[in-house]
């Protein structure tokens, strides 16, 4: 099933009001089975707990960011004067989170065949799946912007749509570093909610490291 060829359906809905609920189900389809297999892929890769809990991770971290930030996105739109529906905002936060998911498994053989080369190599492991969430990522925001640039005329409301998006880059790398894909065998499946950092620190003293 491939997402992007919802482009026009979900335009067409989103002008009349009609058919958006059939889309947004499957959107909501196409991403929690796109998750489930990158990550069954992942925690088979890794083994032990993983292989249980990877498959939960990734769903989990995708569509969770989603419920998270619609609700942002519907008062940012809000305030831009555009009132939608629900069903509307929620089309619209569904856009980015499919369109990664479908980028997710689209690397996902690519990212499998350098795990499985590098073998035991922690660090690489780590790079190689980051890297492939970054370009899923840096796809689900381009079919979002498209959207909305489709559907809202006013420079104003793309400016709105472009802090929202990063908004959700935020929330999806936060929500990562606490329910963390493991790269390594482990049974801890989150970590503590009092342990502190951020993904965006501990990406730093990676790269840090690696640099030295």
Known sequence: MNVFLLREPL???FESGEGLAPLVRRMLGVSLLCALAYGAVLGGQLGGWQVFSSPVKLPLILLGTGVLCSAALYVLLALAGERLRWLQVIAL????????AVAMAALLPIAAFWTFAFGQ???????VHTGAFFVAGAVGARFCLQAA????????VLRVMLAYMLLYGLVAQQMAWIFRPHFHATTVFMRPLDSGGSALQALAETLFRRLR
């Open 11 to 13: 335009y067409r809905a």
């Open 93 to 100: 936060a569904l856009c980015s989170v499919s369109a990664s």
């Open 121 to 127: 190599d922690r660090q690489v492991t780590t790079w």
């Open 149 to 156: 640039g489709h559907l809202f005329r006013e420079r104003r």
